[in-house]
């Protein structure tokens, strides 16, 4: 009866099940950024409206703003979009990725 006792901790960990879903990193669910149609952005000013609006024209789940002179990591999260701009505060590019 004793050992029954030790292992039974060990009989009921192996029953547990997995999660359903393991999530990806760089991935949100139902969100891939798509930068067809972004385009129209470039050339206005890098706004907190402008930024919403590019995530809703991209899909994207993430908004990630690059200034000038700032260097960005090379990961690429396909749920993120990019939007480069100017000393100006103008928009300049706009990447998936």
Known sequence: MRSFVLFAPALLA???TA??????HGV?????CESTGTDQFVGQSATSD?????MRASRAAVLRWSPPGVMLT???RED??????G???????IRCG
């Open 74 to 76: 090379m990961d690429f």
């Open 80 to 85: 993120r979009v990019t939007v480069w701009y």
């Open 19 to 24: 999660p359903a879903a393991t999530p990806v």
């Open 28 to 32: 949100t669910p139902g969100h891939k």
């Open 87 to 93: 000393p100006d505060k103008i928009i300049t590019k």
């Open 50 to 54: 402008a930024g919403a609006a590019i």
């Open 14 to 16: 192996a029953c547990s």
